[in-house]
């Protein structure tokens, strides 16, 4: 009468079991262990079905990691002696060594004739690179030269520009009004420095006017040239800093449009303190 035994075991020690039933060509874990037991009890026999599906897996190509490293040996031993067979039995023509050599040089010769020129397009390449490397060296060169000389006229610049004096900067405005001079806390000493150097200051009903000897003497002859006493065109004859100053003179009554001679003319109490 068989009896079932049941064998409780790691899941590690059932996946070895499982690869070398596998490996052993059965299917079922289950025959292989019993296998085991009996050939271990020595009372293991001809398992007939176990004979059969191992004959299946041949048939179906399916060999087992052995029987295939196998099979492989025995075919590379008789690849092996069938090649040694064939190179004793052949005539094998031995090659003197200036033939050799021959060969040798008709190669050489073929591959520089490929190489050169492929080479002299190369060294084409290279004289030019080196060609325009130079003419970057010198460029870079000149660039630097004219940085130099651009930093140089750029710091004379920012020094002449803080050494400039009010008389220079009204030079080139023509006229400073001291209401436009808020921001200058001691606006006493910079119209008499103005003074000083040579400006006309006027005095315009309290402001005090600043105005450059040769932008005074062209403003008044532009007014008394102007041919209208219509506001609209006078402002179009006139620039707005010259506009600004002569509306200021006329609303304080220093300059006046003379009807009978169609021009404007300056009071003869408007004298400029440039002294």
Same mark, same amino acid.
């Given at each position: 009468?068989?009896?079932?035994?049941?064998?409780?075991?790691?899941?590690?020690?059932?996946?070895?079991?499982?690869?070398?039933?596998?490996?052993?060509?059965?299917?079922?874990?289950?025959?292989?262990?019993?296998?085991?037991?009996?050939?271990?009890?020595?009372?293991?026999?001809?398992? %007939?079905?176990? *004979?059969? #599906? +191992?004959?299946?897996? =041949? @048939? &179906?190509?399916?060999?087992?990691?052995?029987?295939?490293?196998?099979?492989?040996?025995?075919?590379?031993?008789?690849?092996?002696?069938?090649?040694?067979?064939?190179?004793?039995?052949?005539?094998?023509?031995?090659?003197?060594?200036?033939?050799?050599?021959?060969?040798?040089?008709?190669?050489?010769?073929?591959?520089?004739?490929?190489?050169?020129?492929?080479?002299?397009?190369?060294?084409?390449?290279?004289?030019? %690179?080196?060609? *325009?490397? #130079? +003419?970057?060296?010198? =460029? @870079? &060169?000149?660039?630097?030269?004219?940085?130099?000389?651009?930093?140089?006229?750029?710091?004379?610049?920012?020094?002449?520009?803080?050494?400039?004096?009010?008389?220079?900067?009204?030079?080139?405005?023509?006229?400073?009004?001291?209401?436009?001079?808020?921001?200058?806390?001691?606006?006493?000493?910079?119209?008499?420095?103005?003074?000083?150097?040579?400006?006309?200051?006027?005095?315009?009903?309290?402001?005090?006017?600043?105005?450059?000897?040769?932008?005074?003497?062209?403003?008044?002859?532009?007014?008394?040239?102007?041919?209208?006493?219509?506001?609209?065109?006078?402002?179009?004859?006139?620039?707005?800093?010259?506009?600004?100053?002569?509306?200021?003179?006329?609303?304080?009554?220093?300059?006046?449009?003379?009807?009978?001679?169609?021009?404007?003319?300056?009071?003869?109490?408007?004298?400029?303190?440039?002294?």
């Amino acid at each position: 009468m068989a009896r079932l035994v049941a064998v409780k075991i790691p899941d590690d020690v059932y996946k070895e079991l499982e690869r070398r039933a596998r490996e052993a060509g059965y299917t079922l874990v289950s025959d292989y262990v019993r296998d085991i037991i009996l050939r271990e009890l020595g009372r293991a026999g001809i398992s %007939l079905r176990g *004979l059969e #599906e +191992r004959l299946t897996r =041949l @048939e &179906e190509g399916d060999l087992t990691p052995r029987l295939y490293e196998r099979i492989l040996e025995i075919v590379k031993s008789v690849l092996a002696e069938s090649i040694e067979k064939t190179l004793t039995s052949s005539n094998v023509i031995e090659v003197k060594g200036d033939v050799v050599d021959k060969v040798v040089q008709r190669v050489e010769r073929k591959v520089m004739d490929i190489i050169n020129p492929f080479t002299a397009k190369v060294d084409n390449v290279a004289s030019k %690179l080196a060609d *325009l490397i #130079e +003419r970057i060296e010198i =460029l @870079e &060169e000149r660039v630097k030269k004219l940085e130099e000389e651009f930093k140089r006229v750029r710091e004379q610049a920012i020094q002449k520009h803080h050494r400039r004096t009010a008389i220079d900067r009204l030079k080139e405005r023509g006229v400073v009004f001291e209401s436009e001079l808020r921001w200058l806390r001691d606006r006493d000493a910079f119209f008499e420095r103005l003074r000083r150097d040579g400006a006309i200051i006027l005095d315009v009903k309290g402001e005090r006017i600043a105005v450059y000897p040769s932008f005074w003497s062209k403003f008044k002859d532009k007014v008394e040239k102007l041919p209208t006493a219509i506001d609209d065109e006078i402002k179009v004859l006139l620039r707005d800093v010259e506009y600004k100053l002569f509306s200021k003179l006329r609303e304080a009554g220093l300059v006046y449009y003379d009807a009978s001679k169609r021009a404007w003319k300056f009071v003869q109490e408007l004298e400029p303190q440039n002294m």
